[in-house]
């Protein structure tokens, strides 16, 4: 177990060195968040502040993505850690644990975007808000960046990926928005025991469970 996170984090460690070393990387990530911010403002306005808030972050996170991803491949298509001596999962694992960190700094730059531009707080309840942050992002990462390598290094490219993750996305964002209906709410306790929320956690379990199984399985055969 003890090697199991030692051997995570030198990855993870690896991949935001890679990232934050070049500056252009930083300021794609800003502007990005940024400026979807800005456009989805103008044109829904300040009405549903908190969905606009998590449909932006979904956006940026999903072009985020498939940049990262495209970094993971090599000339000759193949991913650059597959002949690492190491078990393909825990890859998949830092990878999930990166994304999820340039996820939450999206987040981040979209709510202080957001904030800025419309001068109105974005919620009630900051635990419940937080909470939800940490289970959409964590859910998002596990599926994005376990199936944007896979098509990654069996296509080239990753602009058909939300295509064939559809089904395991589609019950992944309903939860989601069933949540973001509940966020505001003042009472934690209740919100804390809404179906839609458990059942979120209970699905990002589940993704954390199968998604590093595909992986290996798929890469190595």
Do not use: W
Not at 40 to 61: M, V
Not at 132 to 140: D, E, Q, S, V
Not at 166 to 183: C, E, N, T
């Amino acid at each position: 177990m003890r090697n199991f996170i030692d051997i995570v984090f030198l990855i993870l460690k690896k991949d935001l060195r890679i990232e934050f070393r070049e500056k252009l990387n930083l300021i794609y990530v800003i502007i990005l968040a940024i400026s979807l911010s800005l456009i989805g403002f103008t044109f829904i306005g300040s009405n549903n502040l908190i969905e606009l808030f998590f449909y932006t972050s979904l956006i940026s996170s999903l072009v985020a993505n498939q940049r990262i991803s495209r970094q993971e491949i090599s000339l000759d298509g193949e991913l650059i850690l597959i002949s690492a001596p190491i078990d393909l999962s825990i890859v998949c694992f830092a990878k999930i644990l990166f994304f999820m960190i340039i996820s939450l700094f999206i987040h981040l730059i979209v709510f202080i975007s957001l904030s800025l531009i419309s001068n109105t707080p974005l919620f009630i309840n900051g635990i419940n808000f937080i909470s939800l942050c940490f289970l959409f992002t964590l859910g998002l990462s596990s599926i994005l960046s376990t199936f944007s390598l896979m098509l990654e290094r069996v296509r080239g490219e990753g602009q058909f990926m939300f295509i064939l993750i559809y089904p395991l996305i589609l019950p992944f964002l309903i939860l989601g928005y069933s949540s973001i209906m509940l966020v505001n709410i003042s009472d934690s306790l209740f919100f804390f025991k809404s179906f839609p929320l458990q059942a979120l956690a209970a699905f990002d379990i589940l993704l954390l469970t199968i998604c590093p199984i595909l992986f290996s399985y798929s890469i190595r055969r």
